[in-house]
């Protein structure tokens, strides 16, 4: 093929070229555009206006063009009734060259968002998901704020509407952030963006603080309000992301209540992502009710037996309870793109509002000039009978020059010369006007008209002042009842593995070397999931972490499988292996972490032969003692002696370890159970995540054993004991978290409602595994105080009682009172109404303790298994 056949296009082979080229006039087919060529235009065509015209709010306004032209016709039909919606989107269609599908469902997004348009009829639910009515059954219009701060026609930019009939707005002159505060999202040809909605009075605030010149911050604010991570938001920029989820409280130990949801999703979808997490195994829930009407009242019944916070947790794990969004702040400046962060966006807003006002104050100012100069001219008119002049005039000009000569001698008090114009408007003063011109009310006009005029020039000199009252006037008016709906907390991440729902069981095949959840003939090893890791441990010293599967192959002579926990540093591996080469015996203790997935880790040095005499694994660290057996060889004296792990640090799994002994061994045997060697554990209480914690963040708690507990009281008037898991959740009303002490009293003062009375009581928890009320049950009864000190002290302040005012009462509690049960009701302390604070309590000096001779950990675990490789190789569990 030669070059020249090689660049023909293959297309055109064939074809005729009325199908490949457009001719510009059919009788000169010299002048011909090829397609490639129209495409190329056509697609940047449309790339272009789509992005422009369509998907992306322009930061002047915060409007797209439909949005735009909705605002536009609804102002146009404004009377102050209501307009059947269907009449609003056929008048946007004027403007709009689009369908009326479009300009429908933006109008109902907008009224949706109750801040520009006043809605009547069914605009549907954003909690449930529930679409609006037909538009002919649902009708609007423009909200007091929306008037006020969109509208201002001798300040707007015009253009001609696309079919040239009528003028529309290019951009409304929008005095208040709107895109921040209603937010918006549009794909385009090869971009997006997503601002996400934020709070109304902090938008104001954080406006007020750019004009002062202050730093400021803004978060987003959700109207399904909800729970918000805001530490990875960048300003709203590329690459930030915000964590939201839903308030989940628990109603009672088998019922769990969602009453707020993330932004982006509704009830429906929450509940079926709900569902599917329980069809899969992920969690396990009961039923599920859906009560939301005007709030969000989801309930979940979970089945007996179910840990509510674990459940909890769960769902924030698996489910839509959790989502994560990411915005894009994209806008159009300039008829172009441009990619910036809600600051920038906020600041460039606040400019422009400046800058209108200042429009709005120059227009002012002009107009009251204008009535000042025609009114000092109809007064010099009527006042100086300049009319007289004009009675022998017979043309029109003559009327003019006469006027202007008698106006002549009494002008010098003008802001400008007079024109045409003005002597024209003096010839149409009626007759009557001059008959009953009053001179005073003339004068009293002109000085109110100076007085405006004083104030107009006063608030251009004082330009940012005037700026930052209007703000304030805005959030007076129009900002109660628009307080922060979402609340921003950080939140710890969630573990799925530690929440999921355990409902598969693990087996294994030791001398075969599989594992799997299929293999139902074998040895039951635990529970577990479909997302868990499986950590096994090989006689030759190979260390494996897998995923679990149905069946799975990873070494012969498996002696050790457990679920594996990545972050667990409690579980310590105590071992002796033999090395292949030497023949010598190691001993060393370890924990497992930071491993990769299906790599094979060696715990021996690594030699052909090497093998593992004796294994057990501790989840709490016990260090146990061992008999060491040595094979009877003439050169050995000592054939017997024991081994304590204790005597040993804990160091890294591919340690080499302590030699044990370089002659054979022959046997070893478990001679005593170990105790922990790790300390109690040290719990933190963060409340900025409403967390325990193990990491140092927060309030330490304290030091905890097995069967410590910690102490929850709340302002309800319940309290209870929990075991300090990490999964626990905390109420949000709770006012005391401590380390329990059974022995120490707890004080409160109540108010009952029934008897309308305060008493004071003292008491001690009696059944830690429940909770309990401690304040009467009646109604209106409430928790004033309660302090968990050992000799708490009050004050109590009364109120004035027709002005009379009792001296404020000191009250030692724990003379007051001593200790009764929890559901005594108390001593009465008075029917007064008071107000109830805690003084610094009395000294009190504890009882010393005996310190005890073992320490033990505090996290809940199994007892250690104890494998035992006798010289054959066989395993054996050491007998009690």
Not at 227 to 242: K, P, Q
Request: charged share 30%; hydrophobic share 35%; net charge negative.
């Amino acid at each position: 093929m030669s070059e020249e056949e090689g660049n023909k296009d293959p297309i055109e082979e064939g074809t005729p070229k009325k199908a490949l080229h457009f001719y510009e006039n059919e009788d000169s087919p010299e002048t011909i555009t090829k397609v490639t060529g129209m495409y190329k235009d056509w697609f940047l065509d449309y790339a272009s206006y789509v992005i422009l015209e369509r998907a992306v709010p322009a930061i002047e306004d915060g409007f797209k063009p439909v949005q735009r032209r909705i605002m536009h016709s609804m102002k146009e039909l404004d009377d102050g009734r209501y307009n059947k919606v269907a009449n609003v989107v056929g008048h946007t269609m004027q403007y709009h060259p689009h369908g009326d599908a479009s300009i429908g469902d933006a109008m109902v997004q907008m009224g949706q968002k109750e801040l520009l348009i006043d809605t009547q009829g069914n605009w549907g639910n954003i909690l449930t998901g529930d679409g609006a009515a037909a538009s002919r059954y649902i009708e609007a219009r423009l909200s007091k704020f929306a008037l006020e701060v969109l509208y201002s026609p001798k300040i707007t930019a015009w253009q001609s509407s696309y079919d040239g009939r009528r003028n529309e707005p290019i951009n409304l002159p929008v005095k208040f952030p709107l895109l921040l505060a209603q937010g918006g999202e549009g794909i385009a040809v090869g971009l997006s963006t997503k601002v996400l909605p934020h709070n109304f009075n902090e938008l104001i605030d954080a406006s007020i603080r750019i004009l002062k010149g202050k730093s400021f911050t803004i978060f987003p604010d959700f109207p399904t309000q909800g729970i918000a991570d805001v530490s990875a938001y960048n300003d709203g920029l590329r690459g930030g992301r915000i964590r939201v989820r839903a308030r989940i409280s628990q109603l009672d130990k088998n019922t769990l209540v969602i009453t707020q949801i993330p932004f982006s999703t509704n009830t429906s979808s929450l509940i079926e992502s709900i569902l599917k997490a329980n069809e899969k195994g992920k969690i396990k829930v009961k039923k599920i009710e859906d009560n939301t009407a005007a709030e969000v009242e989801i309930l979940v019944h979970l089945p007996p037996g179910v840990s509510p916070d674990k459940t909890i947790d769960a769902l924030y794990a698996f489910t839509g309870c959790e989502t994560s969004i990411a915005p894009l702040g994209c806008v159009i400046q300039d008829n172009k793109p441009l990619f910036v962060g809600v600051s920038t966006m906020l600041v460039t807003s606040t400019n422009r509002t400046v800058a209108l006002l200042k429009s709005e104050l120059e227009i002012e100012l002009e107009e009251l000039n204008e009535q000042w100069h025609f009114l000092s001219l109809e007064r010099i008119f009527i006042e100086k009978r300049v009319y007289y002049l004009i009675e022998e005039e017979k043309t029109w000009e003559g009327i003019l020059k006469a006027i202007d000569e008698g106006l002549k001698p009494h002008v010098k008090n003008l802001k400008r010369d007079i024109t045409e114009e003005d002597l024209a408007r003096l010839t149409e003063i009626r007759i009557k006007r001059i008959s009953r011109f009053d001179i005073d009310k003339a004068n009293q006009k002109l000085e109110s008209l100076e007085d405006d005029i004083e104030q107009v020039k006063h608030h251009l000199n004082h330009l940012i002042e005037f700026a930052i009252n209007y703000f304030i006037r805005l959030k007076e008016k129009y900002g109660k009842g628009r307080e922060r709906q979402t609340e921003i907390r950080s939140f710890d991440t969630i573990e799925a593995t530690k929440v999921v729902l355990r409902n598969t069981k693990l087996y294994v095949d030791m001398a075969e070397g599989f594992i799997g959840t299929a293999l139902k003939k074998e040895t039951y090893v635990a529970d577990c999931s479909d997302i868990d890791d499986v950590i096994v441990f090989l006689r030759d010293g190979s260390l494996i972490i897998t995923k679990v599967d149905e069946k799975k192959f990873v070494g012969k002579d498996i002696i050790h499988v457990a679920v594996f926990d990545r972050n667990d540093k409690r579980t310590i591996y105590n071992l002796i292996y033999r090395d292949g080469k030497s023949g010598s015996s190691y001993v060393k203790r370890f924990n497992v972490s930071g491993v990769t997935r299906d790599r094979v880790y060696d715990l021996t040095q690594g030699k052909p032969g090497s093998q593992l005499l004796y294994f057990s694994h501790n989840p709490n660290g016990e260090a146990e003692v061992v008999s060491i057996l040595l094979r009877q060889i003439s050169s050995v004296k000592k054939l017997k002696f024991d081994l304590d792990f204790a005597d040993l640090l804990i160091k890294g799994r591919s340690s080499k370890g302590n030699l044990v002994s370089k002659y054979p061994i022959k046997k070893i045997e478990l001679k005593e159970k170990g105790i922990s060697t790790l300390r109690p554990r040290k719990i933190w209480f963060d409340d900025t995540v409403h967390r325990l914690n193990v990491d140092g963040r927060g309030e330490l708690l304290g030091e905890f054993k097995p069967n410590d507990r910690l102490l929850v009281i709340n302002q309800s008037g319940k309290a209870r004991t929990i075991v300090p898991e990490l999964t626990s959740h905390f109420e949000e009303d709770m006012l005391i978290l401590e380390k329990w002490v059974p022995s120490k009293p707890i004080s409160a003062i109540y108010f009952d409602g029934e008897k309308a009375r305060y008493y004071v009581k003292r008491f001690l928890i009696e059944n830690e595994t429940r909770e309990e009320l401690f304040i009467s049950e009646a109604e209106n009864s409430r928790l004033e105080v309660v302090s968990t000190d050992y000799r708490p002290m009050a004050e109590v302040t009364f109120y004035k009682v027709k002005g009379v005012q009792k001296e404020n009462l000191l009250v030692d509690l724990e003379q007051f009172i001593v200790v009764k049960g929890i559901k005594a009701l108390g001593n009465q302390l008075t029917a007064d109404k008071i107000k109830v604070a805690l003084l610094e309590p009395l000294p009190y000096e504890l009882p010393e303790e005996e310190k005890p001779t073992e320490v033990t950990s505090a996290v809940n675990g199994d007892e250690s298994t104890d494998l035992l490789l006798d010289d054959d190789g066989q395993i054996t569990i050491p007998l009690e």
